[in-house]
């Protein structure tokens, strides 16, 4: 009788067991829609990844970005046989700037109907700058890739070759129904117009054949002329391997841009960004801080070696410097990560000499596109060409530094283990999630 109370307690003890066990896995499981990939079957814990020396790449992600079927297949909507006028997209600023308007600019024709001219590149002295698209891009390959998609042509029918393009103002244009509805007119009207797409328009809005020229102008069409392609090969192979590159942005005119405020730059520095400022004022009090916290000034070299070192990115990583002239406080990042390689150390006097800001810009794109790691300080132009671009070639270490967790949590105390240990979970969780590694409009999620 005894035995068999035992036995029976036993089977009860078991079974308990069971349950107990049951509970604590269902509720680990299912308390956060993250939960499976914070696990420690998925990703270490802070003390492991440091005790391991493993990196942000070790990291399993759970989402990819790759470019969306729709615009690669060859089956596409087929071009009215008569068109409403030509284009000429009219590009200002940096060079991804000016991409950026030009990939617009390709879906727009596509939604009017209409032809691509040659588009112009502006000739700016602030940016050190005199090449137009053709000194930059292979216009015979732009074409070709274009074909079926919108007709783009170098010389203009000779009735209205010796004419300007009658310039339409898309500076307050939104979407879809204000390109049809303000600016087809005009096309229809003069038959040449010029255009410089606005920021504020809504893609979302396209047919999917425009967003299908977009996409195939963004990624596929624009490859640099032989010489430049060249000159960045060369670049490329002159970079130890493997390494990361880094688009650090710490620029007077940039810090000046922001309005923030720092303490402890050098008296240079402070000249510099002094110098640049303008009317453009420094916040102050709350103002300032609440503007910092929302992620609005720029990370210092020495801010970012210490999200490298958070991030467990190994302080003899090879790292090519994507970034343009004038850098300041790069001796807080060159201390930490010695290995930093520019084009500058890699190019030859002349070479570099030779150079304008289009031409500087192209191979810090062309490299960074091809680098084995790509991590950025901002979000601009350049990042997100270059992450949609590393998502179309299938390439996926690409991870943008987070100036507001950052600011957040030094606002809050945090310093040394404490804050390393934040940003490694804040980067960890954009990482696995693949936050701002490509643009939604070319791009569909894919999950892993």
């Given at each position: 009788?005894?035995?068999?109370?035992?036995?029976?307690?036993?089977?009860?003890?078991?079974?308990?067991?069971?349950?107990?066990?049951?509970?604590?896995?269902?509720?680990?499981?299912?308390?956060?829609?993250?939960?499976?990939?914070?696990?420690?079957?998925?990703?270490?814990?802070?003390?492991?990844?440091?005790?391991?020396?493993?990196?942000?790449?070790?990291?399993?992600?759970?989402?990819?970005?790759?470019?969306?079927?729709?615009?690669?297949?060859?089956?596409?909507?087929?071009?009215?046989?008569?068109?409403?006028?030509?284009?000429?997209?009219?590009?200002?600023?940096?060079?991804?700037?000016?991409?950026?308007?030009?990939?617009?600019?390709?879906?727009?024709?596509?939604?009017?109907?209409?032809?691509?001219?040659?588009?112009?590149?502006?000739?700016?002295?602030?940016?050190?700058?005199?090449?137009?698209?053709?000194?930059?891009?292979?216009?015979?390959?732009?074409?070709?890739?274009?074909?079926?998609?919108?007709?783009?042509?170098?010389?203009?029918?000779?009735?209205?070759?010796?004419?300007?393009?009658?310039?339409?103002?898309?500076?307050?244009?939104?979407?879809?129904?204000?390109?049809?509805?303000?600016?087809?007119?005009?096309?229809l009207k003069h038959r040449y117009?010029?255009?410089?797409?606005?920021?504020?328009?809504?893609?979302?809005?396209?047919?999917?054949?425009?967003?299908?020229?977009?996409?195939?102008?963004?990624?596929?069409?624009?490859?640099?002329?032989?010489?430049?392609?060249?000159?960045?090969?060369?670049?490329?192979?002159?970079?130890?391997?493997?390494?990361?590159?880094?688009?650090?942005?710490?620029?007077?005119?940039?810090?000046?841009?922001?309005?923030?405020?720092?303490?402890?730059?050098?008296?240079?520095?402070?000249?510099?960004?002094?110098?640049?400022?303008?009317?453009?004022?420094?916040?102050?009090?709350?103002?300032?801080?609440?503007?910092?916290?929302?992620?609005?000034?720029?990370?210092?070299?020495?801010?970012?070696?210490?999200?490298?070192?958070?991030?467990?990115?190994?302080?003899?990583?090879?790292?090519?410097?994507?970034?343009?002239?004038?850098?300041?406080?790069?001796?807080?990042?060159?201390?930490v990560y010695t290995n930093i390689?520019?084009?500058?150390?890699?190019?030859?006097?002349?070479?570099?000499?030779?150079?304008?800001?289009?031409?500087?810009?192209?191979?810090?794109?062309?490299?960074?596109?091809?680098?084995?790691?790509?991590?950025?300080?901002?979000?601009?132009?350049?990042?997100?060409?270059?992450?949609?671009?590393?998502?179309?070639?299938?390439?996926?270490?690409?991870?943008?530094?987070?100036?507001?967790?950052?600011?957040?949590?030094?606002?809050?105390?945090?310093?040394?283990?404490?804050?390393?240990?934040?940003?490694?979970?804040?980067?960890?969780?954009d990482y696995v999630m693949g936050?701002?590694?490509?643009?939604?409009?070319?791009?569909?999620?894919?999950?892993?």
């Open positions: 009788m005894v035995a068999i109370s035992v036995k029976i307690l036993r089977s009860i003890s078991v079974v308990i067991a069971c349950l107990l066990i049951g509970a604590i896995w269902f509720s680990l499981s299912s308390s956060s829609p993250y939960s499976q990939w914070r696990s420690s079957a998925f990703i270490p814990t802070m003390s492991a990844v440091h005790a391991e020396k493993t990196d942000i790449w070790s990291v399993p992600r759970i989402v990819d970005w790759r470019p969306c079927r729709w615009w690669l297949r060859t089956h596409l909507t087929a071009l009215p046989a008569q068109n409403n006028g030509y284009i000429r997209v009219d590009c200002y600023g940096g060079l991804n700037q000016m991409r950026r308007d030009l990939c617009d600019g390709v879906g727009i024709a596509r939604l009017l109907n209409a032809t691509i001219v040659l588009p112009k590149f502006e000739v700016a002295a602030y940016w050190n700058e005199s090449s137009g698209f053709a000194d930059v891009f292979d216009v015979d390959y732009f074409i070709q890739q274009l074909n079926g998609f919108v007709r783009v042509v170098k010389e203009l029918p000779a009735e209205i070759a010796s004419e300007e393009p009658v310039r339409v103002d898309c500076s307050k244009r939104k979407g879809q129904f204000d390109y049809v509805e303000s600016v087809l007119p005009s096309l117009i010029s255009i410089t797409p606005a920021m504020s328009q809504r893609r979302d809005r396209y047919p999917l054949y425009a967003k299908a020229a977009l996409c195939q102008g963004c990624y596929n069409a624009l490859r640099l002329t032989r010489f430049l392609e060249k000159k960045a090969t060369d670049l490329l192979d002159a970079i130890p391997k493997p390494f990361l590159s880094l688009h650090l942005r710490f620029e007077p005119d940039m810090v000046a841009y922001s309005q923030c405020e720092y303490s402890g730059l050098s008296p240079a520095s402070m000249e510099a960004i002094e110098a640049a400022r303008g009317d453009r004022k420094p916040w102050t009090g709350e103002v300032a801080r609440v503007w910092r916290n929302r992620g609005k000034c720029p990370l210092t070299p020495t801010e970012t070696a210490f999200i490298l070192k958070a991030l467990s990115i190994p302080t003899n990583t090879n790292i090519y410097l994507a970034a343009g002239d004038g850098l300041m406080e790069l001796g807080g990042l060159t201390s390689f520019t084009k500058a150390t890699l190019l030859s006097g002349e070479d570099f000499a030779s150079m304008h800001g289009n031409t500087k810009a192209a191979l810090d794109y062309y490299v960074s596109i091809n680098s084995d790691a790509y991590m950025a300080t901002y979000f601009g132009n350049m990042d997100k060409m270059v992450a949609a671009m590393r998502a179309f070639k299938g390439l996926f270490k690409t991870l943008f530094l987070s100036r507001h967790a950052f600011a957040e949590y030094t606002s809050q105390g945090l310093r040394g283990k404490e804050l390393a240990e934040a940003l490694w979970k804040a980067h960890r969780d936050r701002g590694s490509a643009l939604p409009e070319c791009f569909c999620e894919s999950k892993l």
